[in-house]
């Protein structure tokens, strides 16, 4: 059965996120006009990879049962990430924990086990700086994306297939990129095909959509061809979603559509809840 | 890897060997031993399970408890934590109301031991989640002959009777297993309790022979997949620690036990020699 291999030190599985940087994410978001969308993009991508590396921490160590890419495109496709890992295509979880650019110190809301929420002071490490200029070179993304987990499912042809996550604004300068985005769910490793997970952030205040198994209700067709770019989920990512409440059917794919930050946040990391971490 | 003790006298207490001599009755005897593997290409130190084995009661009321706790994965020292619990609810007995205190208890012990260190800003943020484990604690009443064992979350009981399953607990089918079992967490303080997870109990009588298997969840899962199935997995169950290892990869590799740390404590019930030779007391 696809996408249920035991993720281990020997078979990790890989993300690589691809992030819109172009100057239209300079504009404010919909969800929220206090914010820029590349503000909510690079919180939300530095809370995932900040959770990454706590899923993995076992006491003083992280276990490297995932590697991790981010490539950024505004103007050109280039790393995301800057000082010691710069310029790198997959990092081991465990370099990534132990090279942000600054940990910061930030409050969160906190269940505090009675129904209410507590404030909580928690360390808030940022490895992706916000930038927004240039153009939407998303098709030449996805195939940098296409070459890079190609290699990589060539070395690790066990493993849970790598999950690719594109987050944008949504209109490409350099073309319709479904034919990329096809060919890159071609590729994959014996337990199944990469899964292509698109996130649209939208200068809109359309309600949010989330896991959607059609195109109904879509704002534009911006949205209609990231929906229709993104892979149908896994099962155990249709119960993942399930569990936290969203409304998911067999046919829901990894797509959401201005998804508030808390959404965004959680449908990054339910994209990222694979097989088993042993 | 597999240890071995003898206990039932009622005079030892936690960690102190068993006097060779007793004036109290012995009906009968308990007969330890442990078997326990890490996951597959883990090391020992990585292994997350911890069990425990200790004496109590009084000369005329003798216990053995013996405790089996299986630390979560995706908790931050796991171990210490399983560590803590089976040491504890080995030697101190349970008492009802009291065992969140308790664990509320061991929770500041585990904060003390793993937090003094200087620690990454990931292990400092999953420290503050705390850790989680299973934990299931069996206490035999060796004058009375009979057994109670109580559990939180998924490390079973298994009870074999003249070649049958007499008593599963608290798991009695291999589809009631899943991703998220009840834990008892460090950080009792935190949660409502209301949303405590439940402490199962179970208790009976024990008959010479009687052979208690305590196991955490994989293999757990694979003694009642293999009950199911209509065959014996008591039997199949390699007792020597020769044939344990390279069985338990066998089981892993053809997908029919899940690659997890394994813990398997046997506890047989023996007639003891002298006593069987002994003659009837006067009436």
Sequence with gaps: ?278 | MRDEKESGDGNGRAGQPIPSSSLIPRPSSLSFSVLHAPKEEHSEDEYEDACAVADGGTPDAPVVTAALADGASSSVFARQWARLLVGHFSSVPFADGETWSRVAGLGQAWRREVGTKKLAWYAQEKLAQGAHASLLVVTWDVAGRRWSARAVGDTCLFVVRQDRLHHAFPVGRSTEFGNRPDLVPTEVERVAPDRLPPVHEAADAFEDGDRFLLMTDALAAWFLRTVEAGARPWETLPVDPAAFAPWLRAQRESGSLHNDDVTLLEAVVRERPEQAAAPAPAA
């Design chain 1, 1 to 278: 059965m696809p996408y249920t291999a035991e993720i281990n030190r020997s078979k990790p599985t890989a993300f690589f996120f691809l992030i819109d940087q172009s100057g239209s994410m300079d504009d404010p978001w919909g969800m929220d006009g206090t914010k820029r969308k590349c503000d909510a993009v690079a919180d939300a991508i530095n809370r995932l990879l900040s959770t990454l590396v706590i899923r993995c921490a076992k006491g003083e160590d992280v276990r490297d049962y995932f590697q991790v890419g981010v490539i950024g495109y505004g103007g050109s496709v280039k790393s995301g990430f800057k000082g010691a890992l710069a310029g790198r295509q997959f990092v081991p979880i465990s370099e990534v924990a132990d090279n942000p650019l600054r940990v910061e110190q930030r409050t969160r809301k906190e269940d505090d086990g009675a129904g209410g929420l507590v404030e909580r002071m928690v360390r808030f490490p940022v490895w992706f700086e916000v930038d927004a200029s240039g153009s939407t070179p998303m098709r030449e993304a996805i195939e940098t994306a296409h070459g890079a987990v190609k290699a990589w499912c060539e070395l690790y042809p066990l493993s849970y297939p790598p999950a690719v996550i594109n987050i944008s604004d949504g209109e490409p300068t350099d073309g319709d990129p479904s034919r990329a985005a096809a060919a890159l769910k071609e590729v994959g490793t014996n337990d199944g095909k990469v899964l292509f997970f698109n996130i649209h952030i939208s200068s809109s205040s359309k309600r949010p959509v989330e896991f959607p198994d059609s195109q109904m209700g879509l704002a534009d067709e911006f949205a209609q061809r990231l929906f229709e770019m993104s892979s149908v989920l896994p099962p155990r990512l249709v119960d993942e979603a399930r569990k936290e409440g969203f409304a998911v059917s067999e046919k829901s794919r990894g797509f959401a559509f201005n998804a508030d930050l808390r959404a965004l946040v959680q449908f990054l990391d339910i994209g990222t809840r694979t097989a088993e971490l042993r």
